[in-house]
């Protein structure tokens, strides 16, 4: 089944260790992207990559990193996750470069940083 | 991206046609309108997009206007599972970085 897979669907966490959320793609999309939700504030893009070892910032980059080592996979790394990280995010890939209307967009993952 | 507005909520009868409007005043000629939805903090789904002419598909219809200023999603027989927020979003479809920029959104409410 094509999809995007991300994990954990939840977690937990506290103040300042880091953690990595994954996210994998079994469609072979070059594009990738990560965003967060917020009540009020809507889906706010953090980082995209147009291909391997191309990434670049989104809206809201501050406090995240990521990588794309391989077509596959692009992580989001919070390196030290603090509280107002607390939020809904998700991975989304397309099948062309920056065609809006390919989205397939992962389950969520919902992080609370305590 | 130009900005589109949309109404907070709407509600619809189970099996009537929900229809839900999107104004888009500032677009460009090179810009798409998108529609997707999100149900209950699932991610969001694409539903369909559309330049300027009408457009179906097997979840929804797309009616633009003759000058582009604002669209309508139609969803012809809407269901308890058609419950969701739906964005509009007017996009161009080049290379840039962030080709989704979702706004507040039309929550969507179907009703028995």
């Known amino acids: 089944e094509a999809q995007v897979t991300q994990n954990p669907r939840y977690l937990i966490t506290v103040t300042g260790k880091k953690l990595t959320v994954t996210c994998s793609q079994n469609?072979?999309?070059?594009?990738m992207s990560w965003y967060r939700q917020d009540p009020g504030l809507g889906l706010r893009q953090i980082y995209y990559?147009?291909?391997?070892?191309?990434?670049d910032k989104g809206d809201v980059p501050e406090g995240y990193k990521v990588s794309r080592k391989e077509k596959r996979n692009f992580p989001l790394i919070l390196e030290s996750p603090s509280p107002n990280q607390t939020s809904l995010y998700f991975c989304?890939?397309?099948?062309?470069?920056?065609?809006?209307?390919?989205?397939?967009f992962g389950s969520g993952t919902r992080l609370t940083v305590v | 991206d130009a900005k589109t507005t949309q109404p907070t909520s709407m509600d619809c009868a189970e099996g009537r046609a929900a229809n839900l409007p999107c104004n888009h005043s500032?677009?460009?000629?090179?810009?798409?309108v998108y529609w997707y939805r999100q149900i209950h903090s699932q991610g969001p789904q694409y539903i369909i997009h559309?330049?300027?002419n009408n457009e179906t598909n097997e979840m929804a219809s797309l009616i633009i206007t003759e000058d582009r200023k604002s669209s309508t999603l139609i969803l012809p027989h809407a269901t308890l599972r058609d419950t969701a927020v739906y964005y509009c979003?007017?996009?161009?479809?080049?290379?840039?970085?962030?080709?989704?920029?979702f706004g507040g959104g039309t929550r969507l409410m179907v009703k028995p």
């Open positions: 989304a890939s397309s099948p062309l470069r920056g065609s809006p209307y390919g989205y397939t």
């Open positions: 469609m072979n999309h070059e594009y």
């Open positions: 990559s147009m291909n391997v070892e191309v990434t």
């Open positions: 500032t677009i460009s000629g090179n810009e798409y």
């Open positions: 559309g330049l300027k």
């Open positions: 979003i007017a996009s161009t479809n080049n290379n840039a970085g962030n080709m989704l920029t």
